[in-house]
């Protein structure tokens, strides 16, 4: 068994479908570390008293409110990157130890801000779809509306750079049956790679 599991980072703009194809990636025996939740586990135990000192009316109860979070950073130039900076390092130590103690040979690490936080990978995936089809995904959420999802795309970075960026991508926009066909056929030729790389391990 190899020691060391090959790393996939998997990462989409809002409304891509990054959430299905990591499901998909699953779906397949792949171990996934799903950051987004990660940060959930985070805001309602052990960062949630840093966050309140940081961000004072953050929290209810002993847990982040995420809204009122939302509010706060919002407010205030600088306060995103702040929050970010608290975060990432609890983030990173969940998603190593996640690696440490896999025993899998091939993992996927579900990041949204993968490309723009450099984290460790051996393949970047970028899940996608045309920019009409994003739009509607996201509009169609509760509560969501045309600034909100300007703003957040605003702070996100371009798909066409992410998409410069991949070794594979998954188009999510012709139906979950082809998004699972891409994921089966990337699986495959990391496998196909892996196996082509033993021999030389051996010499």
Do not use: C, W
């Not at 008293?49 to 409110?65: H, K, L, W």
């Not at 130590?93 to 690490?109: K, M, N, P, S």
């Not at 066409?160 to 699972?180: C, I, P």
Request: proline fraction near 5%.
């Amino acid at each position: 068994m190899r020691g060391k599991p090959f790393v996939i980072g998997l990462t989409g703009s809002i409304g891509m479908g990054k959430s299905q194809t990591a499901k998909l990636f699953a779906a397949e025996g792949v171990p996934v570390f799903d950051s987004d939740a990660a940060v959930h586990a985070l805001y309602a135990g052990e960062a949630a008293a840093m966050i309140e000192a940081a961000f004072p009316g953050s929290t209810r109860n002993g847990a982040v409110d995420r809204s009122a979070l939302s509010r706060l950073v919002t407010a205030e130039p600088g306060a995103l990157a702040r929050l970010e900076g608290l975060m990432h390092p609890l983030v990173a130590d969940r998603r190593d130890a996640f690696l440490a103690e896999t025993g899998a040979g091939i993992v996927l690490l579900d990041i949204p801000l993968l490309l723009e936080t450099g984290a460790p990978v051996d393949a970047v995936v970028v899940a996608t779809a045309p920019a009409d089809v994003q739009r509607a995904r996201v509009l169609a959420r509760p509560g969501m509306t045309e600034a909100k999802f300007d703003a957040l795309l605003a702070r996100q970075m371009h798909d066409a750079e992410k998409r410069a960026q991949a070794h594979y991508l998954v188009m999510t926009d012709k139906g979950l049956d082809h998004a699972r066909e891409q994921v089966k056929m990337i699986l495959a030729d990391i496998t196909r790679r892996l196996r082509e790389q033993e021999p030389q391990k051996k010499k």
